[in-house]
């Protein structure tokens, strides 16, 4: 594949709904990354997952927010009854075991 | 608690410059360094990395100076273009370079002038 992909590329929802965000992996990377950009801000760290065990869950902001990555592979980042606080740019990145990581291009998304 | 502090918060350089960020770390179990480039509306890219045995690295215009005892490191672009124009963002992680989370600085909004 030719990088990391994510979908979709733009999210408005409404306050209270539930949104799922997707990642597509560069072929063969173990390793997967969930950041969180907020607007002027540098990308803060949410999970990670090697294959498909989750090893850090320690970003995560509340318990609204949910990760999965069930064959090791796509991974989707869902949070429950988004707040307006929630609108940022969701970053995934992927790497092979113990090399650099390639970030996708983000989802943008505005809680309205 | 901000673990890497990155300034100046934006920048202004000539065509041909050299424009430096600087940035500051606290946690000394970081032992790896890299910067990323990011335009808008893209992810980060990586631009070149660093682990502190060494305190000089050279890829192509981009140098990252690092400074162990002071826990700095910087960012020098020679003979700036202005496609350079993006915001570059420091990073730390421990462990296996690569493997571990990222802790990111503030970002710079760096402007090459023609």
């Known amino acids: 594949g030719a990088g990391v992909s994510q979908s979709p590329r733009y999210k408005v929802a409404k306050r209270g709904q539930d949104v799922a965000l997707r990642c597509d992996p560069i072929s063969g990377h173990v390793s997967l990354f969930w950041y969180q950009q907020a607007l002027g801000q540098g990308p803060e760290f949410l999970t990670y997952?090697?294959?498909?065990?989750?090893?850090?869950k320690s970003g995560l902001p509340s318990d609204r927010f949910f990760a999965e990555r069930p064959e090791g592979s796509v991974s989707t980042l869902k949070i429950q009854r988004t707040q307006q606080e929630d609108s940022a740019v969701y970053l995934c990145a992927s790497s092979r075991r113990a090399e650099t990581q390639y970030f996708g291009p983000g989802t943008r998304l505005l809680v309205l | 608690q901000q673990q890497v502090k990155q300034s100046p918060q934006s920048l202004i350089v000539q065509k041909g410059g050299i424009p430096i960020i600087n940035c500051a770390y606290e946690?000394?179990?970081?032992?790896?360094f890299p910067w990323y480039q990011q335009f808008p509306g893209k992810g980060p890219a990586l631009l070149i990395a660093i682990r502190p045995d060494v305190s000089e690295k050279k890829e192509g215009r981009f140098t990252i100076s690092f400074n162990k005892s002071a826990k700095q490191f910087s960012l020098h672009i020679m003979d700036s273009q202005p496609g350079d124009s993006a915001t570059y963002f420091c990073?730390?992680?421990?462990?296996?370079?690569?493997?571990?989370?990222?802790?990111f600085g503030t970002g710079t909004r760096l402007t090459i002038i023609p």
């Open positions: 997952f090697q294959n498909e065990a989750q090893l850090d």
């Open positions: 946690n000394t179990a970081f032992d790896y």
């Open positions: 990073a730390a992680s421990k462990g296996n370079f690569g493997n571990e989370k990222l802790t």
